[in-house]
């Protein structure tokens, strides 16, 4: 399985834009990228707060043939976040239940997942926003992103594409 990119310069959101593609299209494995979100989602209906340079990414696919739950779906999909991140920082990166991802107690990702269903097909739309340059100040909410943990500056396309292939390279070897 491969992920059909769909590159944006400006969305509301990487998840409303995967959505829309799914209804309106046959396209059953994607990758939306945006270079700004205007109203990214976060969990429990807050807001993602979408900084320039940052990475917005939304893939989505297919729940057929896969034979594994919602919930451990989740857990792959942050440790293939993970993963990623580990590539650019070597030191311990924590799992906030269900879905951040988080360094010396610093939110550093979010990951937001949403089911949705096309006739008799149903899908699973995984948004990720890595804070690579800027991280929001937030009243009661620590973050951090990877320029200031890492002090070098890291190509938003070249971790999109390290993205993808880890996503591929492990959702191939769960379907059927």
Known sequence: MKFRIFNFQ???STNNTALRIIKRSDCEYGM????????????????????KGNLFVSFFYKLENLNITLKQLTLINCLLVKR???????KK?????PNDLLIGKKKICGILQETVNKFDK??????????LIKSPNLN???????????????SKENVAMKLKK???TRLNKLYK
């Open 10 to 12: 400006k969305v509301k």
């Open 32 to 51: 939306v990228i945006s270079q700004t979100q205007k109203r990214g989602k976060g969990q429990h209906g807050k807001k993602w707060i979408s900084y």
């Open 84 to 90: 990623l991140i580990s590539m650019y920082y070597k």
């Open 93 to 97: 990166i924590i799992i906030k239940k």
């Open 122 to 131: 149903k899908y699973l739309i995984v948004g990720i926003g890595i804070n």
């Open 140 to 154: 009661n909410y620590q973050t951090s992103n990877l320029y200031e943990l890492i002090n070098k500056k890291i």
């Open 166 to 168: 880890i996503f591929e």
